[in-house]
């Protein structure tokens, strides 16, 4: 059985070809505005597709405090094991 | 390392629109002198890029008004609603907009950005949820950000997707503000607001609706998308603003509620601003009149609004709405062929809107029409012809394709 953590990789790997097909898989420590040149808008898409594969809702203020992919995937995998975000 | 430099790559953005002629962006408007006519850079042009819907900005009636406040109240009020700001025609207008609605309360705002955050920051605090369309306009995200209640996200005109997360709440969700925009002001759409309504009942939610864009223009009435859609006694509050239909500057909320009235005491952004000035008060309330027995006005809206959509659509140009509405998208494939498509109807003497990322959905460039009641159908005609030249002389239509 998986963990919660490789769940949440895979929801993000598979987030990212839906919502940002153009990118691929980019580093996953990297500043998702500086870093890898995301705007406001496509955050928004892409992190819709992963609470889709997860079936979860993160709440906005989660995102506005996540800057890496890595960071988000913290994040989700203890709000999904019953943390706090 | 300058703070400035975070604005480096905007600052190159705005250069880039406002080479060679007029900018795109904030563009010089040189003089107004009626609803649809105005001077850009010299030249006369026909104003279709305005939010100026029922065409009242130069009504005598609202000006008269206006100059008569102005003249017997004074030219600001100088004070919060809280403080020194509550004047006589404050009130008349929150019970004349109440009344409009049949519902017990109101507030006035000095914004429609203020309305949306003072309402849902005022309404959801700690422990609530404020559920918004993916698509909202600024002002509701700022709200939810003033606001201390959880904000979450559901896709764009998807009840079905807004049903899921209220579903992951559970007996939380009786504590969850719905958020949803009677007309999304960038692609001109709507929401399918009869479902969206079914969900928020099922989950026992609170239903806000911003009809900003909506308002004077749907419904018998001019209320709004919701009197249009027949779901006025599902709603729980009405959002609205004074500066499109009702041609002022300004915002409002109504309720069902009684206990909006609350929300006077709790609103920072209500609170802690001056009250709108006697005459934008004065020229709103006689606006307000004449939205409501506004007939003649929708039917001219709305056939030049038929006429755009179906014109436009001939020509092959894709547009961001299937619905008509006020205001027509014209989904280009860059940013490069959407300011050429903005120059060359400001050159036929057509000023509309250049709409760009970030401030639109899914990465589209739009050449945005708004259209309004005082056009004429020659009017209408001047339109399609710039569209009729565009269509010939830049992108082939079928380039519209290539944005999904």
Redo the contacts between chains.
């Keep these: 059985m998986s963990s919660t953590r490789d769940r949440v990789d895979a929801a993000i790997g598979q987030g990212l070809n839906n919502a940002l097909p153009e990118l691929g898989q980019p580093d996953r420590d990297a500043v998702l505005t500086s870093g890898i040149g995301l705007d406001s808008v496509q955050i928004m898409n892409l992190v819709m597709e992963i609470e889709d594969e997860l079936d979860i809702s993160v709440p906005v203020d989660v995102l506005a405090e996540t800057r890496t992919l890595n960071e988000l995937a913290e994040r989700l995998t203890r709000m999904i094991d019953g943390d706090t975000p | 390392m300058s703070i400035f430099e975070k604005f480096e790559a905007a600052a190159r953005a705005r250069s880039e629109l406002a080479a060679d002629g007029p900018s795109a962006i904030a563009t010089p408007i040189d003089s107004v002198r009626s609803a649809t006519r105005g001077t850009i850079d010299g030249q006369e042009v026909l104003l279709a890029g305005t939010n100026n819907y029922m065409g009242l900005t130069f009504d005598s009636d609202v000006i008269k008004a206006s100059q008569d406040a102005l003249t017997s109240s004074g030219s600001g009020t100088t004070g919060s609603r809280m403080a020194n700001g509550s004047y006589d025609g404050h009130a008349a207008l929150e019970r004349e907009l109440a009344d409009a609605f049949g519902w017990p309360a109101a507030i006035v705002f000095s914004t429609g950005y203020q309305a949306n955050l003072g309402t849902l920051s005022g309404l959801a605090a700690d422990g609530d949820y404020l559920l918004v369309d993916?698509d909202s306009h600024a002002s509701i995200?700022d709200g939810?950000?003033l606001s201390r209640a959880?904000?979450?996200?559901f896709?764009h005109n998807d009840p079905a997707?807004l049903d899921?997360?209220l579903a992951?709440?559970g007996d939380e969700a009786k504590r969850a503000v719905v958020v949803v925009e009677g007309l999304y002001s960038m692609m001109g759409d709507q929401p399918p607001l009869d479902e969206f309504v079914e969900v928020k009942k099922k989950h026992g939610a609170w239903l806000v609706v911003d009809e900003a864009h909506s308002f004077g223009v749907f419904g018998k009435r001019g209320l709004g998308l919701s009197e249009q859609a027949g779901v006025l006694d599902d709603v729980d509050f009405i959002i609205g603003t004074f500066s499109k239909s009702l041609a002022g500057i300004g915002g409002f909320c109504v309720s069902r509620h009684q206990q909006l009235e609350l929300l006077r005491l709790a609103s920072r952004p209500y609170i802690f601003t001056a009250s709108p000035s006697p005459a934008v008060i004065a020229g709103t309330r006689v606006a307000l009149q004449k939205i409501v027995a506004g007939k003649a006005l929708r039917a001219q809206l709305q056939r030049n609004i038929e006429r755009l959509y179906a014109g436009a659509r001939k020509l092959g140009f894709r547009l961001g709405s299937d619905t008509p509405g006020p205001v027509a998208a014209i989904i280009l494939p860059d940013r490069a062929t959407a300011l050429a498509h903005w120059k060359g109807l400001l050159a036929s003497g057509v000023y509309a809107n250049l709409m760009i990322?970030?401030a639109?959905?899914?990465?589209l460039n739009l050449l945005r029409i708004s259209m309004s009641a005082a056009h004429s159908d020659e009017d209408v005609d001047q339109i399609l012809d710039g569209l009729t030249v565009l269509a010939a002389d830049l992108a082939p239509p079928e380039l519209a394709q290539a944005v999904s």
């Design positions: 993916a995200y939810c950000r959880q904000t979450l996200v896709r997707n899921r997360r992951r709440l990322p970030p639109t959905p899914a990465g």
